[in-house]
């Protein structure tokens, strides 16, 4: 006969345990081991503080990016002017802040091109395989064999120097690393017993395609997509300061470097916090890169 004197309640410290080795999601775990990764924490820190600086602090701010006081030309950085002001007594820290917005955005944009022209185009590319694959990674290769900088440069030339000439120039050429990418990881996976599974059961191509080889593919798009946003804000920036950028009075991190250089002699500072800027994001994006790529690769974990 079974009685209560027979039972006894478990402790807490087991049930704790329990709960700690139940089994977590995939990207429940990614998530875990990212947060262990110092360096891409930090990383993430700063690009959300960023992005929330660049959006509202132009919102609350006295100052505006294209605001100019010709009786305080060339000041050096204070209390009403964190970063100092420009020739044209414009806010360097407003400025500076507001390009955030355009570099960002360019990144943004240049990575969600590159992740639905690059996933789609490298996916249909290994999952057919054969004279299909050939054709279509004959056409990538010949792409990748120009520089692609070079072709950038001459896009922006003929299409003249704009925000939305930039997106176009960058969408054309950053999506081949991304397909490169993909197709190798759909050649790797279209001969897993889960495809042949949906197959079996009447899955079309298609279905087969969208809804079970690019979601297994996810975390090399993740890492790809993560590591392309700062290669995007470089070019832009290398665009304007060379004058092939976005145009006056917009303020991007590119133009303000290119105004600084001029009086980098005498104020130094002017160069100094745009370039920093650039610096501190693109580091910040690599470091997110690299412990996405840690967490997410399974070639990489340990």
Known sequence: ???????????????????????????????????KNKMATLGLAIILILILAAIFVPIFSVHTYDEQNLMLPNQSPSFEHWFGTDNLGRDIFIRVLYGARISLAIGIVASLINFFIGVIYGGISGFFGGKVD???????????SIPTLLYVILLMVVLKPGLTNIFIALGIGYWLQMARIVRGQILALKQ????????????????????????????????????????????????????????APMASWGVLASEGINNIRAYPFQLFFPAAAISITMLAFNFLGDGLRDVLDPKMRR
């Open 1 to 35: 006969m079974l009685n209560k004197d027979m039972f006894a309640p478990l402790e807490r410290e087991i049930i704790e345990v329990q709960k700690q080795t139940e089994t977590l999601g995939y990207w429940q775990d990614a998530w875990l081991r990212l947060k």
């Open 192 to 247: 897993q017993e889960f495809v042949l599974a949906a197959r079996s059961i009447g899955a079309s191509k298609t279905r087969i395609l969208l809804r079970h080889l690019i979601p297994n593919t996810m975390g090399a798009i993740v890492v790809t997509m993560t590591l392309a946003i700062p290669d995007a804000i470089f070019t832009e920036a290398f665009l304007s300061f060379i004058g092939l950028g976005v145009s």
């Open 134 to 144: 050939r054709i279509m990674m004959n056409i990538v290769d010949i792409l990748y």
